[in-house]
């Protein structure tokens, strides 16, 4: 029995003499920036195949989520090249970026743009830097419904509409609006505008009439935005991610680049559902240029998208 007691507190000792130390060294921190970059027009998922580069939800959700879950990383940069986009994306994209920056700061660093719908992702996060010739702001929203009539007219087709609802139609573009609907049209893009306004003023630290002042849609350089309190810093990527260092009490920060994986255009027409396939094969068919195809592809979605979106 004594042997065997023996044995058991011999076992037990080394066992101690295994774990204590391990468990006494000092666990490394992480020390990592991960600097994610956003490039094109904000839009909902497979909205334009010929858009070019996009920045949808789903796309920032996925590295946000990435970096999340790397407890290596203790901060995040965003670099935005953006003239905006729909509301919708831009909206969820804020409320993805609200979510993580709960648990690790993210600092913006704006590229060339980033306008509008570009400023609006921006504009929660802990802190943005800019260039000196950066262009942002261009705070305000623009519905657009174009009016084709006189194009089916000259092209000789002629469209019978029947509808169930007043103002049905109004979104097709195949007439003029009439008064009340451009009331209704005026309404729910002055409702988006107050939306942008309060998230800037929240994000900002600004008042709703100081934000109201700036929002006129114009664009400001770098310069300017810092000088009217829309960017924290002038600097470029290293600066945002010394910045973000500093956020997260990092001495020495390591750097790692995300590089987004975008789909191919042949991914794109496969994630297409099969009557848009055959459109687009019909109007290649027909001898369309892609800028032809675009034109087409808009006109056919005729709602309006309202848009926080720098046009020039």
Do not use: W
Not at 116 to 124: D, E, V
């Amino acid at each position: 029995m004594k042997g065997k007691t023996a044995v058991i507190s011999l076992a037990i000792l080394l066992l101690v003499a295994i774990v204590i130390p391990t468990s006494c060294m000092p666990i490394e921190a992480g020390n990592k920036v991960a600097v994610i970059p956003l490039s094109g027009t904000i839009a909902a998922e497979g909205t334009y195949i010929f858009l070019g580069s996009t920045i949808t939800p789903e796309l920032v959700k996925e590295q946000l989520d990435r970096a999340e879950k790397d407890m290596t990383v203790r901060a995040i940069v965003l670099r935005i090249e953006s003239p905006g986009g729909a509301v919708a994306p831009c909206q969820e994209i804020l409320e993805e970026m609200e979510r993580v920056k709960q648990t690790k700061p993210i600092v913006v660093s704006m590229e060339n743009m980033a306008a509008s719908g570009g400023y609006y992702i921006s504009a929660k996060a802990d802190k943005i830097v800019a260039l000196p010739g950066t262009l942002t702001g261009s705070i305000g929203v623009i519905s657009q419904i174009p009016n084709v009539e006189g194009l089916y007219e000259k092209l000789g087709i002629e469209m019978q509409t029947f509808k169930g609802g007043k103002y049905k139609d109004m979104y097709s573009g195949l007439r003029e609006l009439t008064p009340d609907e451009k009331e209704i049209m005026q309404q729910m893009t002055d409702e988006y505008y107050k939306q942008f306004i309060e998230v800037v003023a929240e994000g900002r630290g600004l008042s709703k009439e100081q934000v109201r002042s700036l929002a006129t849609g114009q664009l400001y350089t770098g310069n300017q935005a810092k000088e009217l309190g829309l960017v924290d810093e002038l600097g470029g990527l290293n600066t945002a991610i010394d910045l973000a260092a500093q956020l997260a009490n990092i001495k020495t920060p390591k750097v790692e680049y995300y590089k987004l994986k975008r789909p191919s255009l042949l991914e794109s027409i496969l994630g297409l559902d099969l009557s848009e396939l055959v459109s687009v094969i019909q109007m290649k068919l027909l001898g369309l240029s892609g800028q032809d195809i675009v034109l087409l592809e808009a006109l056919s979605h005729t709602y309006p998208q309202p848009q926080y979106l720098y046009q020039s």
